[in-house]
C-alpha cells in the first residue's frame, strides 16, 4: 500500500493535476493515430486536425472533444508553449509511413520531441522551469524513448516499422529485413544491445541530473524507474527481443512505489 506520505510528495494540486492529465491524453490521441488507420492519408487527416485546434483553426468537434477541451485549457491556464506540442505532432508523422529511422541522430531528434517535451511540459505545469530541467528532461526522454523502441519491436516488426536506426544495424552487419524476420541473430543482437547501452547511460545521466533539480520536480520522473526495469530485463542473455514481456499493473505500482522512497525521487 503507497502512503499518505508518499500520495503527498506525488500530487499536484487539482488544477495542475488536471492540466498535466490533459497533456498525457492528447500525447495518447496522437500516439494511437497509427494503431487506428490503416493508411498514411486518414492518418494525416486527424493529425491535421489536432494541428487545427493547436491554431485556433479546428473546424467542428473542438468542444465535444473533451481531450482538445481540456488541452486547450490548459494552454491557456498554463501558458504552454503551443510550438512544442506541434512539433509533436510532426514528429508522429513519421510513425504513419513505413520508412526505416534512418539515424541514431535522427532517432534522438523524434525522441527529443516527443518523450522528452513531455517531460519538459510536466515540470512546467508543476510550476518549475529552468535550463537544469530541460537537460534532465532531454537525457529522461532519450532513456525512456530508446528503451520503448527497444521495448516496441515485436508490435512494429508484425507491421514491418523499423525505429532502430537502419545505420546502426548496418554498421553490425544487419539490416532492415533480418529485424523484419522476426529471428534473432548475433549481429541484430550487437545492434540492439548498443542501442540499450545508449538508453542506459542517458539513464544514468538523468539519474544523477535529479539532485540539481527542486525535491519538488523530481516526482514528475518516476517513469525512469520503468525504464530502468525494462533495460534490467532486456539485457539478460535469455532475453528474445522479438518476444513482447508486457508488465502486470501491480508490478508497475510496485515498482513505481519502491522508486518514490528512494533518494533519487524523494521530494
Known amino acids: 500500500m503507497i502512503s499518505s506520505a508518499t500520495r503527498r510528495r506525488c500530487s499536484l494540486p487539482p488544477a495542475q493535476r488536471r492540466a498535466l492529465l490533459a497533456v498525457y491524453a492528447f500525447n495518447v490521441e496522437i500516439s494511437r493515430v497509427r494503431l487506428q488507420v490503416s493508411q498514411a492519408l486518414p492518418g494525416e487527416m486527424r493529425l491535421q486536425w489536432w494541428t487545427d485546434v493547436l491554431a485556433g483553426a479546428g473546424h467542428g468537434g473542438v468542444e465535444g472533444n473533451p481531450v482538445a477541451a481540456e488541452l486547450l485549457l490548459a494552454i491557456r491556464n498554463g501558458r504552454l508553449p ?20 534512418p539515424t541514431m541522430a535522427a532517432l534522438e531528434g523524434y525522441i527529443d520531441d516527443t518523450s522528452s517535451v513531455l517531460l519538459s511540459l510536466a515540470a512546467r ?9 530541460e537537460h534532465l528532461a532531454r537525457h529522461a526522454g532519450l532513456a525512456q524513448g530508446m528503451a520503448q523502441v527497444l521495448a516496441s519491436l515485436p508490435l512494429d516488426t508484425s507491421r514491418r516499422q523499423l525505429f532502430v536506426p537502419l545505420q ?49 520536480v523530481r516526482p514528475l520522473f518516476l517513469p525512469l524507474a520503468l525504464v530502468r526495469r525494462d533495460l534490467e530485463l532486456m539485457s539478460r542473455a535469455d532475453s528474445d527481443p522479438f518476444m513482447a514481456q508486457p508488465a502486470s499493473r501491480l508490478r508497475i505500482l510496485w515498482t513505481l512505489w519502491r522508486a518514490s522512497r528512494s533518494q533519487h525521487f524523494r521530494s
Not at 503551443?82 to 504513419?96: G, N
Not at 548498443?194 to 533539480?213: D, K, M, P, Y
Request: proline share 4%.
Open 82 to 101: 503551443v510550438e512544442r506540442l506541434s512539433r509533436l505532432i510532426e514528429e508522429h508523422q513519421f510513425d504513419l509511413y513505413n520508412d526505416p529511422m
Open 125 to 133: 505545469i508543476a510550476g518549475w522551469h529552468s535550463e537544469a530541467i
Open 168 to 216: 546502426l544495424l548496418e554498421s553490425h552487419g544487419s539490416g532492415m529485413e533480418e529485424v523484419f524476420a522476426g529471428k534473432q541473430t548475433a549481429n541484430l543482437r550487437t545492434a540492439l544491445d548498443q542501442l540499450a547501452g545508449e538508453a542506459r547511460e542517458h539513464l544514468e545521466t538523468a539519474l544523477a541530473l535529479l539532485s540539481s533539480v527542486p525535491p519538488e
